[in-house]
């Protein structure tokens, strides 16, 4: 296993095939995008993550990454494609299948294919089997079939990419040991193997866990707006109890995986998955809740101008995949609000503007979306001077209330009664 073609060079092809590189394998990897794969191959970066730099520069400065446009033959095929939702809430297989699809002339005996991209139960036994059974391979005899979902976390990537526990699926036992094999030689985390199906459900099942926990921390958050008391004050007590961990609430949840990932049990299992179901319901919610207390703040005004700080769905990342940020510009625009985004993470989008200075001028009222730490050191006095209006409501419990009440500004908080 020297040579490795890793197909999608995104937040989880890149970093691995830059790892394996640095790690001794020979890789190739391969990217649709002629933007990305002269980016990668002059061993530059098109996404943002801590060290992810350095790591490609050298990856490909020592010969061992190449990028390019198409697959070619290897021992070892890593399929990291996009696996997002259609419109109507389903997992959009076209890019893994036409990943598998690419790789079929290329397939020899003893190659192993593995599925990183994160995919509803069934998707190795029902998609890429029969894919790779109708070119004449036998799963487990002369071809070999894994399911090795990636848990790590943006920010973190090449770090937990290393030292986190793997669960590894085959579609046989002995799919299980060649991919083992691959892990082995990089991974200092434990290595767990099971079934292609259970690996696939133990990924969607984790970011479920997630999304669930948190759908209930925003709804306790609206229950306390409601009764006039703080959600984080309730939290920070109940968290107190030994067995009680409430989440942080938010204006809805991101990204490519927490937002998107349980739809995929709801897809294959809808009677059953009713609490995934409302879970996913109540966070994709929240962005119009952010909506109705910001019209509400700035109600009366003349021509209301919101400041939006903060468009990628989380702190100190660059992505705006499903961000619920992106969903409340689009909402306070379809409002007839003015709209001015200052993120420094993000170069463009909706209502994207290039300086902080110019989003807060002459604006009615500033909403933190991102809890980005450049934002922790805005000065609220300076903020206020350069506004129309002072209003803020910090949708992530992130500022300092008191400075800012203390420059004159009317705050609200996510979770907290309006007062
Ligand atoms: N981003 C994360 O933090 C994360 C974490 C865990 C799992 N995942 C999963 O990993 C998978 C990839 O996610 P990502 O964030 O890296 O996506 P991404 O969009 O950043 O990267 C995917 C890349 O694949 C390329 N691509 C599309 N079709 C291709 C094809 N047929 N051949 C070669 N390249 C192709 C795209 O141009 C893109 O550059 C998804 O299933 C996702 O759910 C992502």
Not at 333 to 354: I, K, N
Request: glycine share 8%; proline share 5%; charged share 20%.
């Amino acid at each position: 296993m020297q040579k490795i073609c890793v197909l999608g060079l995104g937040y989880i092809g890149l970093p691995t095939a830059s790892v394996l590189a640095t790690n001794g394998f020979e890789v190739l990897g391969v990217d649709v995008s002629d933007f990305i794969v002269q980016t990668v191959g002059g061993g530059g970066i098109h996404i943002e993550e801590p060290g992810l730099q350095t790591v490609v520069r050298a990856a490909v400065q020592s010969g061992n990454l190449r990028a390019v446009r198409e697959p070619a033959p290897a021992d070892v095929f890593i399929i990291a494609v996009p696996t997002p939702l259609t419109a109507d809430q389903r997992a959009d297989m076209r890019f893994v299948k036409a990943a598998a699809e690419s790789i079929v002339p290329h397939l020899r005996r003893d190659n192993l294919v593995i599925l990183e991209s994160t995919s509803p139960p069934g998707t190795c036994a029902n998609l890429l089997k029969p894919l790779f059974e109708s070119a004449g391979w036998t799963i487990g005899a002369d071809l070999f079939l894994a399911h090795c979902p990636e848990r790590v976390l943006p920010g973190k990537i090449l770090r937990e990419l290393i030292e986190n526990d793997r669960i590894i699926g085959g579609h046989t036992p002995a799919c299980a040991e060649r991919a083992r094999e691959l892990y082995a030689a990089f991974a200092a985390g434990t290595i767990f193997l099971t079934t292609d199906t259970t690996a696939e459900t133990v990924k969607l099942m984790e970011n479920t866990f997630r999304d669930v926990n948190i759908a209930l921390a925003n709804e306790a958050a609206l229950l306390c707006e409601q009764l006039g008391i703080d959600y984080w004050e309730v939290a920070r007590f109940a968290n107190r109890h030994p067995r009680v961990q409430l989440h942080t609430a938010g204006p809805g949840v991101g990204g490519h995986c927490i937002s998107v990932d349980p739809w995929f049990l709801v897809e294959k299992c809808p009677e059953e998955a009713k609490l995934i179901r409302m879970a996913r319901e109540r966070n994709d919610s929240m962005p119009k809740h952010v909506v109705s207390v910001l019209r509400e703040m700035t109600e009366g005004l003349e021509k209301p101008k919101v400041t939006i700080l903060g468009l990628a769905y989380k702190g100190n990342v660059d992505d705006v995949r499903e961000s619920p940020a992106v969903h409340v510009v689009h909402g306070l625009m379809e409002a007839g609000l003015t709209v001015c985004a200052y993120d420094p993470h993000v170069s463009e989008g909706s209502a994207w503007t290039a300086s902080l200075e110019d989003a807060l001028r002459d604006s009615d009222c500033v909403a933190l979306l991102t809890d980005h730490s450049e934002y922790l050191a805005i000065d609220p006095a300076v903020a206020g001077q350069l506004m129309r209006g002072r209003r803020l409501f910090d949708t992530r419990n992130a500022l300092n209330a008191e400075a800012w009440r203390a420059a004159g500004f009317h705050v609200r908080r996510l979770g907290a009664a309006s007062a």
